[in-house]
């Protein structure tokens, strides 16, 4: 079946340093790819999304490409924050006539000042 | 625009007791969905309903169950609570569709602890 791999935590870096944090997914067909964002004591937020191949998603300053041809979709940010500090989800809609999400294992990130 | 609310926040039980989780979708919604997020197996889907009829159900057992209202408002029952149970329960609420872009707004979650 679908399913959703993520790299494993935790990541530590210093305020401004870059981010990244990879997904790669395997799916029959052309899934929807998410990144979920959890705060601490807090239900999920969508950070971004892409639905088709070459798609970039893009929300505070985080980005992902939607990659078909390396089934990937990995997560990247410029200059990281202490607020971003938190557990990141890489999730795919299961596709068809269902809204189910498929979650990666998360990705808990831990910025310093 | 209220977001997902999800009742209560904390609960604590006892094994072999039942329990029933609330969700409220956003206005409008007609779709909700339930997940159970867990250290050892992270986020599962439970089950999902859309216009009050389940529409796909994750692999869990038959103590897990749920329904939705008229309203939307869903709720989930577990059965013979076991210690494995205790989780965050998170419900998502969702415009109704299926079309790829469709977003999924969640709740901050019911944590449930059994003892």
């Known amino acids: 079946g679908n399913s959703v791999t993520q790299m494993e935590g935790p990541v530590t870096l210093s305020e401004e340093a870059f981010l990244t944090i990879n997904c790669t997914y395997t799916?029959?067909?052309?899934?929807?790819l998410f990144w979920y964002v959890q705060y601490p004591g807090e239900g999920l937020q969508l950070l971004l999304k892409?639905?088709?191949?070459?798609d970039k998603g893009s929300n505070k300053g985080f980005e992902a490409t939607y990659r078909k041809e390396t089934t990937s979709f990995h997560l990247e940010k410029g200059s990281v924050q202490v607020s971003d500090s938190a557990v990141y989800f890489c999730?795919?809609?299961?596709?068809?006539?269902?809204?189910?999400?498929?979650f990666g294992t998360g990705t808990l990130l831990a910025v310093q000042p | 625009k209220a977001g997902v609310t999800q009742t209560p926040r904390y609960l604590i039980k006892t094994r072999g007791q039942q329990v029933t989780l609330s969700c409220s979708p956003i206005s409008g919604h007609r779709s909700v969905s339930w997940y159970q997020q867990t250290p050892g197996q992270g986020l599962q889907f439970l089950f999902e309903?859309?216009?009050?009829?389940?529409?796909n159900k994750g692999n869990f057992p038959g103590r897990f169950s749920g329904r939705q209202f008229s309203n939307s408002r869903s709720e989930m029952n577990v059965s013979t609570l076991e210690l494995g149970d205790s989780a965050l329960y998170l419900c998502?609420?969702?415009?109704?569709?299926?079309?790829?872009?469709?977003?999924?707004?969640f709740g901050q979650g019911t944590r449930l602890t059994v003892v």
């Open positions: 998502a609420s969702i415009p109704g569709g299926t079309a790829m872009n469709t977003e999924a707004f």
């Open positions: 309903y859309f216009s009050e009829t389940q529409r």
């Open positions: 799916a029959t067909g052309y899934p929807s």
């Open positions: 892409a639905t088709k191949a070459d």
């Open positions: 999730a795919l809609r299961d596709g068809g006539a269902t809204n189910k999400l498929i």
